[in-house]
């Protein structure tokens, strides 16, 4: 499986984007349906942070404290795609975005896109 993440941008405090991630590259006959996908964010000298995660089979969603409230997560069944929209972004919020993906049976997330920069102006 290869992610695809994009959307990235400069904005003000207080404006929203939508990132996205494409899944592409599932074996003939095979869905995204028993994967989940989380979005990570890493700003220079802090440790990588969870974001949110979407159950692709039932749209259940997970997401870090720092977002609850702010980051609604979403997919497109029919295009392998997950978006994060991010609403009333804060500086704080500056990192690159970084979308994964795991096999609903496995713990950890295996398979990794590469990040998209999203910087918050205040």
């Known amino acids: 499986v290869q992610l695809q993440a994009s959307g990235g941008g400069l904005v003000q405090a207080g404006g929203s984007l939508r990132l996205s991630c494409a899944a592409s590259?599932?074996?003939?006959?095979?869905?995204?349906?028993?994967?989940?996908m989380g979005w990570f964010r890493q700003a220079p000298g802090k440790e990588r942070e969870f974001v949110g995660s979407?159950?692709?089979?039932?749209?259940?969603?997970i997401y870090g404290d720092s977002v609850t409230g702010r980051f609604t997560m979403s997919r497109d069944k029919a295009k392998n795609t997950g978006y994060p929209q991010m609403n009333n972004l804060k500086p704080e919020d500056t990192a690159i975005y970084y979308c994964?993906?795991?096999?609903?049976?496995?713990?950890?997330?295996?398979?990794w896109g590469q990040g998209t920069q999203v910087t918050v102006s205040s």
């Open positions: 979407i159950n692709w089979s039932i749209g259940r969603t």
């Open positions: 994964a993906a795991h096999h609903r049976a496995q713990a950890e997330y295996t398979h």
């Open positions: 590259g599932l074996a003939p006959g095979h869905t995204f349906s028993n994967w989940i």
